[in-house]
């Protein structure tokens, strides 16, 4: 299951209510990020278009591979973050991750021409504007062309969705609502989120499930209450 097919996918008009609602926050984010990086160009000055076309790609990136924010903001282009082909895979040491299981994941397919023009057109310019060059081999860059620290990246991914969707969505947000829309689209296989979020047991995914589960029925009953109180 590839949460970058159906994060991106704009959803079958035939989903229920619960099944929308749970993929939305990730859905409504990845056209965020592809809208920030197609209008990246509209700005006035080299390093807004920078900044906007940065951001845009890492919500796009976290909206279908929800990394820790630490992994995000430690992305190193030829050892973290490696071409193979005519694509692009995140391959984290074991050592580096939280839950000590080493992550390796494909970059999303929709995502990598917006990788590519990253990289030739905008990080590589930021740095030789702030003099760094070659300096710094961090995927994410800052406005002086330094490495993004945890609180930079966080920072920012939360005003631009709080610009952007009128809520703001942190990093962490967004792996609780690829569980939870797991939980949703596909109860009888929830255990493969642990895979792909990295977690350390299947109890952390399964609360979600159980979450899921109990807000569902919550509706059920409350739905199925009124109808019985209109019918009277």
Same mark, same amino acid.
């Given at each position: 299951?590839?949460?970058?097919? %159906?994060?991106?996918?704009?959803?079958?008009?035939?989903?229920?209510?619960?099944?929308? @609602?749970? =993929?939305?926050?990730?859905?409504?984010?990845?056209?965020?990020?592809?809208?920030?990086?197609?209008?990246?160009?509209?700005?006035?000055?080299?390093?807004?278009?920078?900044?906007? $076309?940065?951001?845009?790609? *890492?919500?796009?990136?976290?909206? =279908?591979?929800?990394?820790?924010?630490?992994?995000? @903001?430690?992305?190193? &282009?030829?050892?973290?973050?490696?071409?193979?082909?005519?694509?692009?895979?995140?391959?984290? &040491? @074991?050592?580096?991750?939280?839950?000590?299981? @080493?992550?390796?994941?494909?970059?999303?397919?929709?995502?990598?021409?917006?990788?590519?023009? $990253? &990289?030739?057109?905008?990080?590589?310019?930021?740095?030789?504007? %702030?003099?760094?060059?070659?300096?710094?081999?961090?995927?994410?860059?800052? *406005?002086?062309? =330094?490495? *993004?620290?945890?609180?930079?990246?966080?920072?920012?991914?939360?005003?631009?969705?709080?610009k952007g969707l009128g809520q703001a969505i942190n990093p962490?947000?967004f792996r609780d609502c690829a569980a939870t829309s797991i939980?949703?689209?596909?109860? *009888?296989?929830?255990?493969?989120?642990?895979?792909?979020?990295?977690?350390?047991?299947?109890?952390?995914?399964?609360?979600? $499930?159980?979450?899921?589960?109990?807000?569902?029925?919550?509706?059920? %009953?409350?739905?199925? &209450?009124?109808? =019985?109180?209109?019918?009277?």
């Open positions: 299951m590839d949460l970058s097919l %159906c994060i991106f996918n704009a959803g079958s008009a035939q989903a229920g209510p619960a099944k929308a @609602a749970s =993929s939305r926050p990730n859905r409504k984010a990845a056209k965020l990020g592809l809208d920030l990086m197609e209008n990246a160009n509209d700005e006035t000055t080299q390093l807004r278009r920078f900044k906007t $076309y940065r951001d845009g790609l *890492m919500i796009g990136l976290l909206a =279908s591979r929800q990394l820790r924010l630490r992994n995000l @903001a430690g992305l190193t &282009l030829d050892r973290t973050l490696v071409q193979r082909g005519d694509g692009w895979w995140i391959q984290i &040491l @074991a050592a580096e991750t939280k839950t000590k299981n @080493a992550i390796e994941l494909p970059w999303p397919d929709i995502l990598v021409p917006h990788l590519d023009t $990253y &990289l030739a057109d905008h990080r590589s310019v930021i740095a030789e504007l %702030c003099g760094t060059g070659t300096a710094s081999d961090a995927l994410w860059l800052s *406005m002086y062309g =330094s490495p *993004m620290t945890d609180n930079g990246i966080y920072d920012r991914i939360v005003a631009r969705t709080r962490h947000l939980a949703i689209d596909d109860p *009888m296989h929830v255990g493969i989120a642990s895979q792909l979020l990295g977690h350390r047991t299947r109890s952390t995914t399964e609360r979600y $499930y159980n979450q899921t589960r109990s807000v569902e029925r919550a509706t059920f %009953c409350r739905t199925t &209450l009124w109808r =019985s109180v209109a019918i009277v």
